[in-house]
């Protein structure tokens, strides 16, 4: 029911940045809680980063944690994942998620299973 459009991904060198976003349907944003997976090939899907409806709550993957930011605005029903020094083992496919149940996010935001809507997905390739 809830759609997510990813965007921003594209070919960036190593060091570089790259801003994705992901738009949200429905009036009811806020009360989502957003999180950022991605997917490289032959790999699971991994958790990158996740925001709470308040946005008062930020968590990442260690080896991201000083690179990228997740932020929204939901007046804008956007979440927003800014990636500064970017490396080729970032290379993957980025996609956003939400979660509407925020006690479940509370102890299974590092999980898939926190998420009930999925986007389809923005390449994001880093080279070397």
């Known amino acids: 029911q809830v759609q997510l459009i990813e965007s921003g991904g594209g070919l960036v060198q190593a060091g570089g940045s790259l801003r994705l976003s992901c738009a949200a349907s429905?009036?009811?944003?806020?009360?989502?809680?957003m999180g950022w997976f991605r997917q490289a090939p032959g790999k699971e899907r991994e958790f990158v980063a996740a925001?709470?409806?308040?946005?008062?709550?930020?968590y990442y993957l260690d080896s991201v944690k000083g690179r990228f930011t997740i932020s929204r605005d939901n007046a804008k029903n956007t979440v927003y994942l800014q990636m500064n020094s970017l490396k080729p083992e970032d290379t993957a496919v980025y996609y956003c998620?939400?979660?509407?149940?925020?006690?479940?996010?509370?102890?299974?935001?590092?999980?898939?299973?926190?998420?009930?809507?999925w986007g389809q997905g923005t390449q994001v390739t880093v080279s070397s």
């Open positions: 925001i709470s409806w308040s946005g008062g709550s930020t």
């Open positions: 429905g009036r009811t944003f806020s009360r989502y809680d």
């Open positions: 998620a939400a979660g509407p149940d925020t006690i479940r996010f509370g102890t299974q935001f590092r999980s898939r299973y926190a998420y009930d809507y």
